[in-house]
C-alpha cells in the first residue's frame, strides 16, 4: 500500500527541519518506517535535504532496492536505515548526518554526555562505531548491509551512535522523537565544548537523563518544538 500524503510530507519536512538547524547539509538524509509495512522504509532520492519535497520521497524495502525510484539515484549510504529498522523493531525513524558540532567528538571519542536538561533525550552513554575496526581504511561510506549490519550493531539499544571521522545515526520511535534527539545532540555537542573550556562540566545523572527524557519526549515538548521548528524552516 503507498504511503499516505502525510506521511510523504512528514518526511520532507524533517528534512527541512534538519536543513534549517543546520544538523545536516548538503549530505545527510532522514527516514521512517513505512506506517503500514514495518520490512519496508520512506526516504528520499539522493537530494539535498533542505530541497526535498513530499514528491521526492521513494520507498524502500529494507535491503535498500528503491521501489518507485525511476531513474532518480538513490543515497549510497541508506543501508544505514534499512540495516537499523531490521536489527530495532522498535525503531520508527532513523536520522543520518555529519554535524560540524558533533564530529570533534566522533573524531576523538571523548564521551558525549547531557550537559543541560533539553539534552537528556541523548541518553547516558553514546557508543562510537569505527568503519575501520572491521573494513579497513576505506571512503568510511556505508554501502553495503554487511556495513550497515555492523553499525546496527554498533548502535546496539541505544539512541544514537557516533561513527568515527564520519558522523552519527540517532533513532527515535517517531520522526518527531528523532528529529528532536538529533536537534539536541548539536545542541549538546556545542554547549559540552563551551562547558569544557571553562571547566569541568557537571553532567546529569542517570536517574535525571530518565526524567528529563520523559518530560521532553512528552507530547508537551514534542508538539511544541515541531511546531517551532515547522514555521522556521517552511515559512
Ligand atoms: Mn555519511
Redesign the pocket.
Known sequence: MPASPEALRDVAIANRILAHEGVVDS??HVSVRHPDNPERYLLSWARAPELIEASDIVEFTLDGEGLDLGERRPYG?RM?HGAIYEMRPDVGAVI???SYDVIPFASTGTPLRPVMHTCGVIGEHIPVWDIRDRFGECD???VTMDQGRDLAEGLSDRPIAL?KR??CVVVGKTLQEAVMRAVYLQVNARLQLQAMHLGTPDYLTPTEIEACTATQLSPLGLERTWEAWCRRAMP
Open positions: 549530505f545527510g549510504e544505514i543520518h548526518n555529519h568510511h561510506l556505508v561513527m564520519h558522523g
